[in-house]
């Protein structure tokens, strides 16, 4: 087996990861949409060790060495594709909030995917998209790595042939404005997880299956269906007692005719509204609901993000 190449020192990159939202209500661990908060990750092959700089969301607990998440999944990139990088040097400016449902792990190992791919020559280069299955395969499930990889909505699923996952991008309709309400608790998504029952009725995949695909249509051609589309038996209800703040959220906002589900794992809530002024009303109500909650919440608009992964390699030496 030849020697891995040897990347130059001075090689660097800086890759932006949007925040993801999963599920959208009864899409569960397939439905995923890009939202325009993004990590900011640069890359740099250096002589020396490994090291770490964190700012933002997470700065006060994340590693500063050879052991956070990007680093280590950057060398295990590099190494899979016959390339080895001395050290690395990480700077990373994160404004996805940790354990909240919008997909910060996700965008990590986006971020560590497409940052290691970027340090190849250009002849060498996959395209984003083409590390699905590599992100895939460490987070588990594809619906929050796949908008992170391509941006807008997207809806995943696994190949009957040979298991690997597969996307195709959900068309939007232009009315359609996220708004997000972050609380400052967290909950991890094993935690999540940990309250799905292990079956469901019959008649509740059912009705399951016909939302899925209400809201595929309401998504792309009829937003006023939203509130529709967006109904959820599976994990919503389960998970309500784990949080019990998001999940009246949740129900308030809903009671007052606004397309609120839970974003990806919780606590994070999100709104899914047809057009800017249903959106400034979705969030007004949102700060409403939660002005006396004994925890804080930060309730945000923002955009949908087109386009996933960005990445800008800066030089080759």
């Known amino acids: ?86 050290g690395l040097h990480l700077r990373a400016v994160n404004r996805i909030p940790h354990a909240r449902g919008l997909g910060s792990s996700a965008a990590a190992v986006v971020a560590a995917y497409a940052a290691a791919e970027a340090l190849l020559p250009a002849a060498d280069r996959r395209p ?26 997207t809806v995943s699923w696994t190949r009957d042939d040979d298991a690997r996952p597969a996307t195709a991008p959900l068309r939007l309709h232009e009315r359609i404005v996220p708004v997000v309400a972050i609380p400052d608790t967290e909950l991890s998504t094993h935690a999540a997880r940990g309250v799905l029952p292990e079956s469901v009725p019959h008649a509740v995949a059912a009705a399951q299956a016909g939302r899925a695909a209400l809201l595929v249509h309401a998504l792309a051609e009829r937003p006023e269906l939203l509130m529709a589309g967006t109904r959820d038996w599976l994990h919503q209800d389960p998970r309500a007692a784990a949080m019990t703040a998001s999940a009246a959220l949740v129900a308030g906002l809903r009671e007052r005719g606004h397309a609120a589900v839970v974003s990806g794992a919780g606590p994070t809530v999100l709104a899914l509204c047809d057009g800017a002024e249903a959106a400034e009303q979705a969030a007004a109500a949102a700060r409403a609901l939660t002005a006396d909650d004994a925890h804080a919440w930060r309730v945000l608009v923002p955009a949908v993000a087109a386009d996933g992964v960005r990445v800008e390699p800066l030089h080759h030496g």
């Open 1 to 86: 087996m030849p020697a891995p190449r040897t990347l130059a020192a001075g090689t660097a990159v800086v890759v932006a990861v949007p925040a993801t939202s999963a599920n959208l209500g009864p899409g569960f661990d397939s439905m995923g949409l890009a939202l325009e908060l993004r990590d900011e990750v640069s890359l740099t092959v250096v002589d020396g060790p490994d090291v770490a700089e964190v700012t933002g969301e997470g700065a006060d607990v994340l590693p500063r060495d050879g052991s956070h998440l990007i680093l280590r999944l950057a060398h295990e990139h590099l190494r899979a594709r016959g390339v080895r990088a001395p």
């Open 128 to 153: 984003p998209e083409a590390l699905l299955e590599a992100a895939t395969d460490f987070e588990g499930h594809p619906d929050n790595v796949a908008p992170a990889l391509v941006g807008g909505a």
